[in-house]
């Protein structure tokens, strides 16, 4: 029987290279998604869409309720989505307060009721400067913690934590996987903005590959 492994699934880039990079590796994947009340809900549609087509297990889980601890993002809030380049000072207002602490421990429960042995995420070095949870230091922190809080031993793994966008994109590339399944924009809207950091960040990457992002865009 193939390990069974959980894959925090957002519906974006990087989780989407995360999600299919697990399933390579021949692993028995579980994906699970988490509505926290973000505006780009739209990524847990197209979660939805391809975990239906890989014929994959697939969790939507509703934590909106938590939204009143959790204030102050312009992801989950009344502030505008910051628009240009994906740099820090600008992007600190995305930052949603503890949120893969809180998706994680909820991975890990998930993960220990399963008999899994593993929960994936797609940490990147791109999300180093902005978001305090994607750091080398947090996952570090957070996987002694995932060993030793329940009898079953579970191990996060984050197979890109020290890659760029640009390097995610390459390795999910090379194997001929389908970008036009995935939805990055902070702008839930029908295209995407082409004017957020994470749509900036975005194709940029695609730019640094050679290549055109099959996603359709406002401008």
């Not at 992007?91 to 909820?106: G, Y």
């Not at 750091?135 to 009898?151: C, G, H, L, Q, T």
Request: with cysteine; glycine share 8%.
């Amino acid at each position: 029987m193939p390990e069974k492994a959980v894959v925090v699934y957002s519906g974006g880039m990087d989780s989407f290279t995360v999600l299919n990079t697990s399933i390579k590796q021949g692993l028995d994947v579980y994906a699970l998604s988490f509505n926290y009340g973000q505006k780009h809900s739209k990524e847990l549609i197209v979660a939805a869409e391809v975990c239906k087509q890989l014929n994959i297990p697939h969790k939507v889980v509703d934590i909106t309720a938590i939204n009143s601890l959790m204030a102050g993002s312009s992801l989950t809030g009344d502030s505008e989505i910051p628009e240009g380049d994906y740099e820090s000072e600008s992007m600190k207002s995305t930052v949603v307060p503890n949120r893969n602490m809180v998706l994680l421990s909820m991975a890990i429960a998930y993960a220990v009721s399963l008999e899994a042995g593993k929960v994936y995420y797609g940490a990147h070095s791109g999300d180093h400067h902005i978001y305090p949870d994607c750091r080398p230091e947090f996952v570090d922190a957070m996987n002694a913690v995932s060993k030793i809080a329940n009898y079953q031993s579970v191990e996060i793994v984050t197979p890109f934590l020290n890659n760029s966008k640009g390097e995610i994109l390459k390795a999910g590339l090379a194997m001929d996987l389908d970008y036009g399944k995935t939805w990055t924009c902070y702008n839930g809207r029908e295209k995407s903005c082409g004017k957020c950091g994470a749509c900036n960040e975005r194709l940029e990457a695609f730019a640094e590959q050679g290549k055109t992002d099959p996603l359709a865009y406002e401008a």
